[in-house]
Nanobody, 115 residues
Framework: QVQLVESGGGLVQPGGSLRLSCAAS????????VAWHRQAPGKQRAFVAQ???????NYAIAVKGRFTISRDNGKNTVYLEMNSLKPEDTAVYYC?????????WGQGTQVTVSS
């Protein structure tokens, strides 16, 4: 069993930055990978970034070079540093852990990029 709680969302101007956090509890955090997904209004949920238990990262093309995912195993937390934000980054951002056959999600945090 894994519980995930996202935080750090908010309203930011285009070109600005935000850092999202995903705090995990339950099963040993250092043993599994974590991903971020996002869902914009009227669109399907989409992959943003992931980090493996060993620290290997992967990004969606739309965010590569602007977003950085990292983890702090001592704090049971994964971060998503978002720079050069664009209006099209506006979405609810979700933290996700998949441990077959279970798929765990947080409640999401709203990110709005607008002037």
């Amino acid at each position: 069993q894994v519980q995930l709680v996202e935080s750090g969302g908010g309203l930011v101007q285009p070109g600005g930055s935000l850092r999202l956090s995903c705090a995990a509890s339950g099963r040993s955090f250092s043993t599994y990978g974590v991903a971020w997904h996002r869902q914009a209004p009227g669109k399907q949920r989409a992959f943003v970034a992931q980090i493996t238990s060993g620290g290997i990262t992967n990004y969606a093309i739309a965010v590569k070079g602007r977003f950085t995912i990292s983890r702090d195993n001592g704090k049971n937390t994964v971060y998503l540093e978002m720079n050069s934000l664009k209006p099209e980054d506006t979405a609810v951002y979700y933290c996700n852990v998949y441990l077959a056959p279970f798929d765990y999600w947080g409640q999401g945090t709203q990110v709005t990029v607008s002037s």
